[in-house]
């Protein structure tokens, strides 16, 4: 009851946070930028052959989806980092935690509350995915949880790992510290290749780093036909619960860091 | 201790701070600004925690949720989330209390008529003034019944007639035996209702007590007598007294060390002293001697 009130309080904070909605509407406009190419190729599609036509569109379509996927890393980061250091900088926590609940309730109420800010956007860009490939004359026939399991579970991993960090630093440098760690994920990563560092410091951030390419809808999609390729369900199975087992293990991270932790105004 | 990031140096924020406050009792927590008065209330709530030392709460460790369950706190500087409105702000606290909804819109209702905001639950919160807040805040930590109330500075921002009101709020609690522990600037106001006092200074205790214990030894007596020959004003006068003739008797105010002396010399000039009593000092006074006396020696 504590958590969900939390959850809510904070889902409803974050709908109202000026930044976040700034970040969206650059986003929207990004969107629409991009979407201009995407009806460009399809207004062209008497002048230019099929194939070339339908190569655009796709290329165009595969663009926007991990623009989107992308910004939403960054949406739940941010969200993350903010819902807590906002109650700490406004000292609007001191009447929350002054009433019985566990610092580990705060805490699981503000992720459970990114958790629904980042379920709404998740729908938008299944959405937005539908109305893509609507546009560009495509037809998505996957099974539709994966195009929304998957990105979820992939923003409760950053956005654990920047509640984790916000614990401990200032939320800027605790949002700042997130795209790193993508880049680093991408660079150590399986399809990563680096020859300057030494193995052992590539295989340390081999596994520490969440594998987020793991938890990557597109390794399922097959964007040049928009449909779902077939997977044993042990396979989503491994890979969701690896997800989750890594935004557990940096959530309980942050409870033990956050349990000792000065309330004071930032 | 406090440290600042990147430094070596620490500074003790509180040091040999040690007192009690008993159940059903009104304790003021005194000190002039930056003293310590809200870090120490911050250790007592748990959002801070000391580094040596023993504290307990209502007998539980500070942050323990069994005591926080009986503890209503009002904050200084009290923030809200600015878009909820009043009644949405108490519905979420008492969620928040683990309490649940059953009967909740009479309990807003009459906690808000409590503090004189009814008519304006439904106004977002960042649309109230200043003394408004404050009477929310109180509102919020009324919420749950609590046991015992923490206030912050409870009648900051608010003008004379709110601080009455809170005033009487105050009391009325008192009379239904709840523990309060406030801290304030407002002695006169303080006087009227706490029974305990406890003042501290730059982080250390300068003294804690029962009220009425610590005014009653005062270093001055008052005498009145029916009436004193002109000639005796000089004579008492050098020997420091402060003479005050009203229409029916005389005060005389001297020091406790010299009031055999001069009730030996009113008696002399064969004037009828009709009491003799302490003075009873106020608690502004008394913090202002304690306080000063730290000055003098720091």
Redesign the interface.
């Known amino acids: 009851?504590?958590v969900?009130?939390?959850a809510l309080?904070t889902f409803?904070?974050l709908l109202?946070n000026k930044l976040i909605l700034l970040f969206l509407a650059g986003f929207v406009c990004v969107v629409l930028l991009m979407m201009s190419p995407l009806l460009m190729a399809k207004s062209m599609a008497g002048t230019i052959s099929v194939a070339q036509s339908q190569g655009w569109v796709l290329s165009m379509l595969s663009g926007i989806t991990s623009f989107v996927s992308g910004f939403g890393s960054l949406l739940a980061a941010w969200a993350a980092a903010d819902a807590v250091s906002t109650e700490m900088r406004?000292?609007?926590i001191?009447?929350?935690?002054?009433?019985?609940?566990?610092r580990w309730e705060f805490l699981l109420g503000k992720y459970l509350g990114v958790q629904l800010l980042m379920l709404v956007y998740v729908l938008a860009m299944f959405a937005l995915g539908y109305l893509l490939a609507w546009i560009g004359g495509q037809a998505i026939q996957s099974t539709p949880w994966v195009p929304i399991v998957y990105p979820l579970v992939r923003y409760a991993v950053y956005s654990a790992i920047a509640l984790l960090l916000v614990t401990v630093f200032h939320p800027v440098v605790s949002f700042g510290i997130v795209p790193v760690i993508s880049v680093l994920i991408s660079v150590f990563g399986p399809s990563g290749e680096v020859s300057f560092v030494p193995r052992w410091l590539h295989a340390a951030f081999y596994a520490v780093l969440p594998s987020t390419g793991l938890l990557s809808e597109t390794r399922f999609l097959s964007l040049t036909r928009a449909s779902l390729r077939p997977e044993p369900w042990t396979h989503h199975l491994t890979a969701l619960v690896y997800g989750l087992d890594y935004a557990l293990v940096c959530f309980l991270l942050a409870a033990w860091s956050f349990r000792?932790r000065?309330?004071?105004r930032l | 201790m406090y440290q600042r990031r990147f430094s070596k140096e620490r500074l003790p924020a509180l040091s040999n701070i040690s007192f009690e406050a008993a159940t059903g009792e009104v304790c003021a927590f005194l000190g002039p600004n930056g003293a310590g008065k809200t870090t120490s209330i911050?250790i007592l709530?748990?959002?801070?925690?000391a580094d040596t030392g023993e504290v307990r709460v209502l007998g539980e460790q500070p942050?323990d949720?069994?005591a926080?369950?009986q503890?209503g706190?009002l904050?200084e500087?009290?923030?809200?989330?600015k878009?909820l409105t009043a009644a949405e702000l108490l519905r979420?606290?008492l969620?928040?209390?683990?309490t649940r909804d059953a009967g909740a819109d009479g309990l807003i209702a009459e906690l808000l008529l409590k503090v004189k905001l009814h008519g304006y639950e439904h106004l977002k919160i960042g649309k109230y003034s200043r003394g408004m807040m404050q009477r929310l805040?109180l509102a919020?930590a009324l919420l749950a019944n609590p046991q015992l109330l923490?206030l912050d500075e409870p009648t900051s921002g608010l003008d004379p007639a709110g601080r009455n009101e809170v005033l009487e709020l105050l009391h009325t609690l008192k009379s239904e035996g709840k523990t309060i522990f406030l801290s304030s600037h407002i002695l006169p106001e303080v006087e009227q209702i706490c029974d305990r006092v406890v003042i501290i200074d730059r982080g250390r205790l300068v003294r804690a007590g029962r009220l009425n214990e610590l005014l009653a030894g005062g270093s001055r007596v008052e005498m009145i007598v029916d009436a004193i020959p002109e000639y005796l004003d000089s004579v008492l006068i050098e020997r420091g007294a402060a003479i005050e003739r009203g229409p029916r008797e005389v005060r005389i105010t001297i020091d406790a060390a010299g009031k055999r002396e001069i009730a030996e010399l009113l008696w002399k000039a064969e004037c009828d002293v009709i009491s003799m009593n302490p003075v009873k000092s106020t608690l502004q006074e008394f913090f202002l001697q304690m306080v000063g006396q730290r000055e003098g020696t720091a």
Do not use: D
Request: proline fraction near 4%.
């Open positions: 009851m504590k969900r009130a939390i309080q409803g904070s109202r406004s000292g609007t001191l009447a929350v935690m002054a009433r019985p609940v566990r000792k000065s309330l004071s | 911050s709530m748990g959002f801070l925690f942050g949720v069994r926080k369950a503890i706190f904050p500087n009290f923030a809200f989330y878009y979420l606290h969620a928040l209390a683990g805040g919020q923490v």
